[in-house]
């Protein structure tokens, strides 16, 4: 039983379809690369997997059992929405910092809204954000950050906003992690350090799906690799086999063309 599992998945903006019955599987602990080029329908589908669009057509299913499937005739909640996407992080090319906030404060901030919730919010309020407090800062240690949490977005550099925009995702522990170009952004020589806690995070077995353009990368460190174009899957498999012996002619010409 796949971890997690996309069936006919179909988005159309207007006229324009831009996902045409998207499906795949993944293992819990596997890390999922998309590439394509630009229009290929990378990013719809991302944010389609997050809720910030919402699918024409198509299941989601995860740990087995199904989380949305689209219907004419319904739409999600929003307290609907909200619970789903607890599941999912997601990490967007330029950042997305809260500039009014300093770099930890952007990582409680949504942990803090959260316990808020909380039945025994006020009965264990300061026991709450003292949790809350230790894991912004042992996530700022992963990512190597440890001494810029009282800095403000505007003080870092590209790279070190990426990478405060992975631990901000990884605060509320999604089950999936979800990366939509982590690295155009930056400049190449920036691009070494987010590519290093891409491949850490990996190590660490958490389950990831990253829209990139760096081929030697999603090769290196993907359990399987998807190739979109024109709003479908056109091919998939394991990165090496993918990589070294692309089967279709329009993936051939891709690889030809980044690959230099």
Same mark, same amino acid.
């Given at each position: 039983?796949?971890?997690?599992?996309?069936?006919?998945?179909?988005?159309?903006?207007?006229?324009?379809?831009?996902?045409?019955?998207?499906?795949?599987?993944?293992?819990?602990?596997?890390?999922?690369?998309? &590439?394509?080029?630009?229009? @290929?329908?990378?990013?719809?589908? %991302?944010?389609?997997?997050?809720? #910030?669009? !919402?699918?024409? *057509?198509?299941?989601?299913?995860?740990?087995?059992?199904?989380?949305?499937?689209?219907?004419?005739?319904?739409?999600?909640?929003?307290?609907?929405?909200?619970?789903?996407?607890?599941?999912?992080?997601?990490?967007?090319?330029?950042?997305?910092?809260?500039?009014?906030?300093?770099?930890?404060?952007?990582?409680?901030?949504?942990?803090?809204?959260?316990?808020?919730?909380?039945?025994?919010?006020?009965?264990?309020?300061?026991? &709450?954000?003292?949790?809350? @407090?230790?894991?912004?800062?042992? %996530?700022?240690?992963?990512?190597? #950050?440890? !001494?810029?949490? *009282?800095?403000?977005?505007?003080?870092?550099?590209?790279?070190?906003?990426?990478?405060?925009?992975?631990?901000?995702?990884?605060?509320?522990?999604?089950?999936?992690?979800?990366?939509?170009?982590?690295?155009?952004?930056?400049?190449?020589?920036?691009?070494?350090?987010?590519?290093?806690?891409?491949?850490?995070?990996?190590?660490?077995?958490?389950?990831?799906?990253?829209?990139?353009?760096?081929?030697?990368?999603?090769?290196? &460190?993907?359990?399987?690799?998807?190739?979109?174009?024109?709003?479908?899957?056109?091919?998939?498999?394991?990165?090496?086999?993918?990589?070294?012996?692309?089967?279709?002619?329009?993936?051939?010409?891709?690889?030809?063309?980044?690959?230099?």
């Amino acid at each position: 039983m796949a971890y997690f599992e996309v069936k006919r998945v179909c988005k159309s903006f207007g006229k324009t379809k831009v996902l045409n019955g998207i499906d795949f599987s993944m293992e819990k602990g596997q890390v999922l690369s998309i &590439i394509g080029s630009s229009g @290929s329908g990378k990013t719809t589908l %991302l944010r389609c997997i997050n809720f #910030l669009c !919402d699918p024409d *057509e198509g299941e989601f299913f995860l740990e087995g059992e199904r989380f949305f499937e689209a219907a004419a005739d319904r739409r999600l909640k929003e307290s609907e929405i909200r619970r789903i996407r607890m599941n999912f992080g997601l990490v967007f090319q330029q950042f997305n910092l809260f500039p009014q906030y300093n770099v930890k404060e952007n990582l409680c901030l949504a942990p803090r809204l959260l316990a808020g919730e909380r039945a025994d919010y006020k009965q264990n309020k300061k026991e &709450i954000l003292e949790e809350i @407090s230790r894991h912004a800062d042992e %996530l700022l240690s992963q990512v190597g #950050l440890s !001494d810029k949490a *009282e800095n403000y977005p505007c003080e870092l550099s590209g790279g070190q906003q990426q990478r405060v925009a992975i631990a901000r995702a990884l605060m509320l522990s999604p089950k999936v992690l979800c990366f939509d170009e982590p690295t155009s952004a930056l400049d190449p020589e920036l691009t070494g350090e987010v590519l290093k806690v891409l491949k850490e995070l990996a190590q660490k077995k958490i389950t990831m799906i990253i829209v990139t353009h760096e081929m030697a990368f999603a090769r290196e &460190i993907s359990d399987k690799v998807i190739f979109m174009a024109d709003g479908v899957i056109a091919e998939e498999g394991d990165p090496e086999e993918l990589f070294s012996h692309p089967k279709s002619p329009r993936l051939q010409a891709f690889l030809a063309k980044t690959q230099g």
